[in-house]
T-cell receptor, first 115, second 110 residues
Framework: DAGVIQSPRHEVTEMGQEVTLRCKPI?????LFWYRQTMMRGLELLIY????????DSGMPEDRFSAKMPNASFSTLKIQPSEPRDSAVYFC?????????????FGEGSRLTVL | RKEVEQDPGPFNVPEGATVAFNCTYS??????FFWYRQDCRKEPKLLMS???SGNEDGRFTAQLNRASQYISLLIRDSKLSDSATYLC???????????FGAGTRLFVKA
């Protein structure tokens, strides 16, 4: 069975460019999470959705970040314009049960470098 | 203050040693607790849930102290393959907001 699929796996871009990260959750999972991981700050929850609806986006760093989930099988995280401090690994995770009993299934991550 | 705090380590232990990690959380409304494991340059994966009565899974024992707001993970008879980062996870009442600690790095050496 396919797990959570993220793309691109690696992206190198220049400051000011738009970055779009994509995620396909596991089929049938109700909840989807976007995390950012850096050495300094660890895994930070950016936003999560339940049944395609954003529940809490308080972790989104600033207006340059936006996330959408137009349907149950696809989500995007967009950064516009990107800055060097956005360099991190961005993980998408999905969970099978509404209310979330704790098991998140993570994708392999998108490693973003902003020059 | 971070919502979930862990000693970052690293813990360097020999094979066969017993090692314990602690994690504290700040929100008393926290509902569920877990330990995840993350290997270098990989995604986190669920290791085990943490129940109020404590629970074991082979060489791993997890405990929860709600009064003091901390959880612990004990690894007995450490193996080389246990080398990883261990992440403490807290879910708030309502069931959605899942917060990770920064992780504790463990190195098990032969």
């Amino acid at each position: 069975d396919a797990g959570v699929i993220q793309s691109p796996r690696h992206e190198v871009t220049e400051m000011g460019q738009e970055v779009t990260l994509r995620c396909k959750p596991i089929s049938g999972h109700n909840s989807l999470f976007w995390y950012r991981q850096t050495m300094m700050r660890g895994l930070e929850l950016l936003i999560y959705f339940n049944n395609n609806v954003p529940i809490d986006d308080s972790g989104m760093p600033e207006d340059r970040f936006s996330a959408k989930m137009p349907n149950a099988s696809f989500s995007t995280l967009k950064i516009q314009p990107s800055e060097p401090r956005d360099s991190a690994v961005y993980f998408c995770a999905s969970s099978p049960i509404q209310g979330n009993t704790g098991e998140l299934f993570f994708g392999e991550g998108s490693r973003l470098t902003v020059l | 203050r971070k919502e979930v705090e862990q000693d970052p380590g690293p813990f360097n232990v020999p094979e066969g040693a017993t090692v314990a990690f602690n994690c504290t959380y700040s929100n008393s409304a926290s509902q569920s607790f877990f330990w995840y494991r993350q290997d270098c340059r990989k995604e986190p994966k669920l290791l085990m849930s943490v129940y109020s009565s404590g629970n074991e899974d082979g060489r791993f024992t997890a405990q929860l102290n709600r009064a003091s707001q901390y959880i612990s993970l004990l690894i007995r008879d450490s193996k080389l393959s246990d080398s990883a980062t261990y992440l403490c996870v807290v879910i708030y009442t309502g069931g959605f907001k899942t917060i990770f600690g920064a992780g504790t790095r463990l190195f098990v050496k032969a």
